[in-house]
Nanobody, 122 residues
Framework: QVLLVESGGGLVQPGGSLRLSCTAS????????MAWYRQAPGKQRELVAR???????IYADSVEGRFTISRDNAEGAVYLQMNSLKPEDTAVYYC????????????????WGQGTQVTVSS
């Protein structure tokens, strides 16, 4: 089985920055698109940013120009650099892999990390 582990969340003041990391471990052969989602209390989970295996990216309008998603295929990791943070960015952030191939030839779909809390408050 595949395990996604996130880190980097915490408390930050408005205008500050955080960098989230997520690493995938297990008997992995290849990883498809990787993404960050977030969910605030009382709201639906929303896509924040996604990066394909070839490096193409897409961002939610609310974070465009402030957040940057990147990946390291050799490490099986995805990162989210968050700048100019706003109180409305407060949420639990989850990393996601849409599809990955294991070394035995099988596939796993929609893998999720445990989530990391980001709180933006003065």
């Amino acid at each position: 089985q595949v395990l996604l582990v996130e880190s980097g969340g915490g408390l930050v003041q408005p205008g500050g920055s955080l960098r989230l990391s997520c690493t995938a471990s297990g008997s992995i052969f290849s990883i498809g698109a990787m993404a960050w989602y977030r969910q605030a209390p009382g709201k639906q989970r929303e896509l924040v940013a996604r990066v394909t295996g070839s490096g193409s990216t897409i961002y939610a309008d609310s974070v465009e120009g402030r957040f940057t998603i990147s990946r390291d295929n050799a490490e099986g990791a995805v990162y989210l650099q968050m700048n100019s943070l706003k109180p409305e960015d407060t949420a639990v952030y989850y990393c996601n892999v849409d599809r990955l191939r294991l070394v035995d030839g099988s596939y796993e779909y929609n893998s999720w990390g445990q989530g990391t809390q980001v709180t933006v408050s003065s």
